[in-house]
């Protein structure tokens, strides 16, 4: 039923963009609360941000005011503006997705479904 692909990750730049996006090839999840994690090696998955229907979004302190979490449209699920990287950016970033809108939005075992991330590198 959901299946997330994640795309836009490469290697930049520090002070440079990207924008990731997460796609569901069966259906859009315009009522499923969403989020993206990361996990740099040997760290834990971290949460990024995330969006719950009829919420504002939800950020980490370490991305506020770089990241942007937004909803697209049909079957794009999620974006994520990312400016001002930092090669403490560097990981792979996880689309997740659940239809549990009670569920933290912060926290990854509130996710029912997970994409098989896409690399972020930011070099200096």
């Known amino acids: 039923q959901v299946q997330l692909v994640e795309s836009g990750g490469g290697s930049v730049q520090a002070g440079g963009s990207l924008r990731l996006s997460c796609a569901n090839s069966?259906?859009?999840?315009?009522?499923?609360?969403m989020a993206w994690f990361r996990q740099a090696p040997g760290k834990d998955r971290e949460f990024v941000a995330g969006i719950k229907l009829g919420a504002a979004a939800v950020y980490s302190d370490s991305v506020k005011g770089r990241f942007t979490i937004s909803r697209g449209d049909g079957k794009v699920s999620l974006h994520l503006q990312m400016v001002d990287l930092k090669p403490d950016d560097t990981a792979f970033y996880y689309c997740?997705?659940?239809?549990?809108?009670?569920?933290?939005?912060?926290?990854?075992?509130?996710?029912?479904?997970w994409g098989q991330g896409t690399q972020v590198t930011v070099f200096s």
């Open positions: 997740a997705a659940t239809s549990d809108q009670e569920s933290a939005v912060e926290f990854p075992t509130s996710y029912q479904y």
């Open positions: 069966k259906r859009p999840l315009n009522f499923y609360t």
